[in-house]
């Protein structure tokens, strides 16, 4: 049974930065993609951060520059160091593997329905 836990969630000032973390538990299936989506309150899930098995990296638009997604050598922990948040960065992130790869380009999509396994979501809230 594939488990996926998010840690480093809180609160911070504008500017400020967070660095969330994921244990990984039960996934071997290194060839699909792990990342980060998030959820701001009113608004749809979006994926913000990916990573392919050959250490390909794919960020949101939105927060490219901010983010740098990180994984250990063993495949059991994920990271996603943002920087410079923003008030509207506030949302919940959550982590998620199984992820599909545009077999071109190599590039993690964030397709949602087509990502499998989901963590419970870490609270970002960012506020003066």
């Known amino acids: 049974q594939v488990q996926l836990q998010e840690s480093g969630g809180g609160s911070v000032q504008p500017g400020g930065s967070l660095r969330l973390s994921c244990a990984i538990d039960?996934?071997?299936?290194?060839?699909?993609?792990k990342g980060w989506f998030r959820q701001a309150p009113g608004k749809e899930r979006e994926g913000v951060a990916a990573?392919?098995?050959?250490?390909?990296?794919t960020y949101t638009d939105s927060m490219k520059g901010r983010l740098t997604i990180s994984r250990d050598g063993a495949g059991s922990a994920l990271f996603l160091q943002m920087d410079s948040l923003q008030p509207e960065d506030t949302a919940i992130y959550y982590c998620a593997a199984g992820g599909p790869i545009f077999p071109r380009l190599g590039f993690c999509s964030f397709t949602e329905d087509e990502w499998i396994y989901w963590g419970q979501g870490a609270q970002v809230t960012v506020s003066s």
């Open positions: 039960g996934y071997s299936y290194g060839s699909y993609c």
């Open positions: 990573i392919a098995n050959d250490g390909k990296t």
